[in-house]
């Protein structure tokens, strides 16, 4: 149960450290945005300064002005293509927050579902120790009053007992041992009770 909880978590801090990559993309993506409308504002005046100039030369049209109008003319032609770049990325940028707030919302939803299992499995924990404890009262008593012995060279389950004034079966029966037989440098339970 504990390995169970401690994946769970993992699990948890990992979705969560996707979630936050996720809102730091998306944040990324707002602020490139505002620079990119920025920027296309700014050549939408450009531009329409530019407009200004060229209507007022061909108000006065002079052997100067037709030079000047053409040089106008041509870069108002650069800045009208640069503005619908602008206006693409803006637009891929758009895309691009929409599929990350998404995938934020769905990531959300998992944390959500997640944090719920955890608590349906923290619920059901309780349940199945309210549930033991009621069906065998004397054994949980005995599982939460234990000491710790770890075996020695030329220790037997029998002189254990012995020397703790218990029964061999209450040995087996809190540690699960099916047999008699023990390895030195095991730890076994010892109900501490019965000292």
């Known amino acids: 149960m504990q390995w169970d909880k401690r994946h769970s978590d993992y699990a948890s801090d990992e979705v969560r450290m996707e979630l936050a990559d996720v809102r730091h993309a998306l944040h990324n993506s707002n602020v490139e945005m505002e620079i990119l409308e920025e920027k ?5 005046q450009v531009i329409a300064s530019l407009k200004k100039q060229l209507d007022a030369n061909e108000l006065s049209k002079n052997s100067a002005s037709v030079t000047q109008q053409a040089s106008f003319v041509k ?3 650069l800045l009208e293509k640069f503005q619908e770049k602008l206006a693409a990325d803006v637009r891929q940028m758009n895309s691009q927050a929409s599929l990350a707030l998404a995938k934020l919302q ?3 939803q998992q944390v959500a579902a997640h944090d719920g299992r955890l ?8 349940t199945l120790t309210s549930i033991s404890k009621a069906i065998n009262p004397r ?3 005995l599982e939460t009053s234990t000491s710790s012995y770890k075996i020695k060279q030329g220790d037997s389950l029998e002189k254990i007992a012995r020397a703790h004034r218990i029964s ?3 040995i087996k ?3 699960g041992l099916d ?4 390895i030195v440098g095991q730890e076994i339970r010892i109900p501490s009770d019965a000292n």
């Open 139 to 141: 054994s949980s008593s």
């Open 106 to 108: 769905t990531i959300e």
């Open 168 to 170: 061999v079966d209450a």
């Open 75 to 77: 870069r108002l032609e």
């Open 119 to 126: 608590e349906e499995v923290v619920k059901l924990k309780s």
């Open 179 to 182: 047999s008699d037989k023990i």
């Open 40 to 44: 296309l504002q700014k050549q939408e």
């Open 173 to 175: 029966r809190i540690n």
